[in-house]
């Protein structure tokens, strides 16, 4: 009897009605269980799992929103805060990868359909790393530079990077007016960018190497980006010819002067090819020792204060003051290998040049080599693309 009347009590329960048209479990519009099912909470999911250790520095962290909409993402250790962008509503990813060694929290908020919302809070840890597990990079030209139309741009890491395909894809250079350019890596450690043809004067350009926490291979990454903003000034192109002696100064294509000059006598061959001026020193000591030449030889040399001095070559080539060699200038070869010119015309080529000016050379058999300081403008444009990382 007793199981009898409990089921009686649930027929009544499933049927009955309570006196004010009611019905429980209905579908009255003012319902609260049919406004719970209405609203479907929003669901967000992120790369990094809570708690996680060890995060590789290169990720790109992201997260997404599923049956709601994405309002806020924000990341901050530390080490500084993580900037991203949302799109579209539902995702949102990180616009710079993540520091080492650093300790991270990640909130992130969502919009129900109601208007409510809902939030994920994601800690995680990233990998510690090692001075010989980062690479950093410095960059030529430096900020604010004015340069010569010949001046490449210069990337040199600390640490060999051996997936240069990675970094070469985060490593941009913009130029006003607009200029096509290649990438060329001269070695695991530098890379170098030119345009096709001399820079235009009067160009702007922007080098941005964004490299932090990009995967170098090897277990090494990149630590700290670079931004350098450099222009270039007037083309000033000196165009030397050894068989006559002389150099014709140009200055945004008007011939300005043409000096007597010498150059290596034989033995010491002056290079020909195009070089780039590299640094200036007003004045500049000059040993033999330096370029292969040794002490006490019939060669030798130590000179202490050789005036106006303008490197062209790792090897020790310069454009400088030679009063000793005047009576041979304009008319014989007589260096161990620099471009000697008068004091004056020195001093005044020195007051009008800066980094990057051009220097092209004729005349001789001995060419220049590419990597013997900025030897750019010696390899072909189509060799200097294929260089390039990515082809």
């Known amino acids: 009897m007793r199981g009898l009347a409990v089921l009686s009590v649930l027929a009544v329960a499933a049927s009955g009605c ?10 009255g519009d003012d319902s609260p269980e049919t406004t719970a099912a209405a609203v479907v909470e929003a669901k967000l999911t992120t790369n990094v799992k809570p708690g996680a250790t060890a995060v590789p520095v290169s990720t790109v962290l992201r997260v997404s929103a599923v049956d709601g909409t994405l309002s806020s993402v924000t990341v901050s250790s530390k080490a500084g805060k993580v900037t991203g962008r949302i799109v579209n509503g539902t995702r949102w990813v990180a616009s710079e990868r993540l520091e080492p060694g650093a300790r991270y929290r990640m909130r992130a908020v969502a919009e129900n359909s109601d ?3 809902v ?6 840890a990233t990998q510690a790393l090692g001075l010989d597990q980062q690479t950093y990079p410095s ?6 530079e004015t340069v010569g139309v010949g001046m490449p741009v210069i990337v040199t890491f600390d640490l060999p990077v051996t997936d240069k395909a990675a970094f070469e894809k985060h490593m941009t250079v913009t130029a006003t007016p607009n200029q096509a350019g290649s990438w060329r890596w001269v070695s695991s450690t530098e890379a170098h960018w030119r345009p096709r043809t001399y820079w235009k004067a009067g160009s702007k350009v922007s080098v941005d190497v964004d490299i932090n926490g990009v995967s170098a291979g090897g277990g090494i990454y990149g630590q ?14 000196y165009k030397v010819n050894a068989r006559t002696h002389q150099m014709k100064v ?7 002067r043409t000096l007597p000059i010498t150059t290596g006598k034989p033995g010491f061959t002056t290079r020909s090819g195009v070089k780039v001026i590299m640094e200036k020193f007003e004045t500049r000591r000059m040993n033999s020792e330096t370029v292969g030449i040794p002490a006490g030889s019939s060669e030798a040399y130590d000179i202490d ?3 106006w001095a303008m490197r062209l ?7 400088h003051a030679a009063p000793w060699s005047v009576g041979s200038q304009g008319y014989a070869n007589v260096s161990h290998g620099c471009t000697g010119m008068s004091t004056e015309n020195a001093g005044w080529l020195y007051s009008i040049s800066r980094r990057g000016d051009v220097v092209e050379y004729v005349g001789t058999d001995r060419p220049m080599e590419p990597d013997n300081g900025y030897g750019d403008w010696n390899i072909s444009w189509a060799s200097y693309q294929a260089d390039s990382a990515l082809g």
Not at 19 to 25: A, E, L, R
Not at 139 to 144: E, F
């Open 18 to 27: 309570d006196g004010s048209g009611f019905t429980p479990g209905g579908g």
């Open 313 to 319: 070559t790792n090897s020790g080539e310069f454009i």
């Open 305 to 307: 204060d050789v005036r």
């Open 139 to 144: 960059v030529a030209p430096l900020q604010g």
């Open 250 to 256: 140009f200055e945004n294509g008007k011939l300005l």
């Open 115 to 117: 208007g409510s919302t």
């Open 224 to 237: 700290e980006d670079r931004d350098v903003d450099f222009e270039v000034g007037d083309a000033h192109i």
């Open 119 to 124: 939030e994920s809070i994601t800690p995680f």
